[in-house]
């Protein structure tokens, strides 16, 4: 049994391929680890603050000296951390949004990046990451094909989570597309393509 945190940003409700394949990957996670618990959370329908001022100071704020104001505006933070920490398997669910990401993600991520809880540096100044021993599956979504070809270096969306999930830790990830949503000729069959290609390890 897994914990799994299934995490949504697309703006198309639940008709968003990305929602639809986030559930299939999940449900073959099901398969392989029965009775396993989803959480889910939706980035559109509860979107988090972004960052301000108050929540900087509360972050660099030692617990022993956070007012009641600093506690308030650290509670996104340390609601996404813990549920981070509890998660045995995410599904992170990234449609393309003008060669990135939607901005409720990156908000996401925001909460979820801190120093001294997701990740550290030593005395010499090396990073390292604090969240570990946790596996990451992408359903990434996109009108063009960017896994290959000329559109390649325009991808910004799984490059970038790559980069940043793995700074706090969470090295151990694989992504699922559906692209070509678009064009002609690859559409009609994107969805099917991506469900075949699902392998959960």
Not at 49 to 57: D, K, N, S, V, Y
Not at 68 to 79: C, F, R, T
């Amino acid at each position: 049994m897994k914990q799994i945190l299934h995490i949504i940003s697309s703006a198309n409700g639940q008709s968003s391929v990305s929602i639809q394949l986030g559930n299939a990957i999940i449900e073959k996670i099901r398969q392989t680890y029965p009775g396993s618990v989803i959480k889910e959370r939706n980035l559109l329908e509860n979107p988090l603050p972004h960052l301000e001022e108050a929540h900087i100071t509360s972050f660099f704020t030692p617990p022993e000296y956070r007012t009641p104001e600093n506690l308030e505006a650290i509670i996104h933070s340390d609601e996404v951390i813990k549920e981070i920490k509890e998660a045995d398997i995410l599904v992170i669910g990234a449609p393309m949004y003008n060669f990135g990401i939607h901005s409720t993600l990156k908000t996401w991520i925001d909460h979820l990046i801190r120093v001294g809880l997701t990740f550290k540096y030593d005395d010499k100044g090396n990073q390292q990451g604090l969240i570990e021993g946790k596996k990451v599956y992408l359903a990434l979504v996109s009108g063009a094909v960017y896994s290959e070809g000329p559109m390649r270096p325009a991808d910004h969306v799984e490059p970038y989570l790559k980069t940043i999930l793995s700074f706090i830790g969470l090295s151990d990830i694989t992504s699922f597309r559906v692209e070509g949503l678009a064009i002609q000729g690859l559409k009609d069959t994107a969805f099917q393509k991506a469900i075949e290609s699902i392998c959960i390890s």
